[in-house]
């Protein structure tokens, strides 16, 4: 079964009589456990790509499709439980909320979802305690450093267990040595949970950690020989 997978994706922007190809007829498959890289510039679509990757956009023309099913044509509504039920997102910034619990960060998506069960409070502490932060499990985001409030970032976009992880420069507010930290531990996670993960980066020092890397110039995607 096909993770994600864009056909022929296009995306077209109109601005009165100007227009702007931000997508040019890009393809690409990932599957699960794959962990793969979209580098390039400013401007050349990155943005984009992921926007549609992540049922945040419509493409012009094109398919997209998570587990074989086409998402481009599903109302807004359906489009929204996609995002909350089969994507994860992991961001620049963690966005944690200031007042909950590094444990409650994880079960305010399980109540987005309907209500929160012990099973849902066993799985954000196993999440939780996989990702190195067992004696954070109380504490609210000021008490964490930036490598913890983002590892907790990352527990909370698998945390509903979802088919498709989409990381947006996840290193960009970090040090070296943590940046190196949160990559690694997003590979290990993609692998063991089998999940179909792209990061979108400018940090070419983080390439390692992928299956394959892609880069994107003027919207059109190609592999990279990076």
Do not use: W
């Amino acid at each position: 079964m096909t993770g994600l997978e864009l056909k022929n994706v296009t995306k077209v922007y109109q601005e009165g009589e100007f227009t702007t190809t931000a997508l040019n007829n890009v393809s690409i498959t990932i599957e699960p456990g794959e962990f793969v890289a979209i580098i390039g510039p400013s401007g050349s679509g990155k943005s984009t790509f992921l926007s549609i990757a992540g049922a945040l956009l419509q493409p012009t023309e094109g398919e997209v499709l998570i587990n074989n099913t086409n998402i481009s044509t599903l109302s807004e509504k359906s489009l929204s439980k996609v995002r909350l039920m089969q994507i994860g997102f992991i961001l620049q910034t963690s966005n944690l909320l200031p007042y909950l619990t590094v444990t409650d960060q994880l079960l305010v998506v399980k109540k987005m979802g309907g209500s929160i069960t012990d099973e849902h409070r066993q799985m954000a502490k196993e999440l939780l305690i996989d990702l190195g932060l067992s004696k954070k499990l109380k504490k609210h985001p000021h008490q964490l450093s930036g490598g913890e409030r983002q590892r907790t970032a990352i527990a909370r976009a698998f945390m509903n267990d979802p088919n498709i992880i989409l990381a947006d420069e996840p290193t960009a507010n970090l040090d070296t040595k943590r940046a190196h930290e949160v990559v690694s531990l997003i590979s290990k996670q993609v692998k063991a949970r089998n999940k179909a993960a792209i990061m979108v980066t400018h940090d070419e020092r983080m390439l390692s950690y992928c299956d394959r890397v892609y880069r994107i110039e003027d919207g059109v995607l190609s592999l990279s020989n990076e």
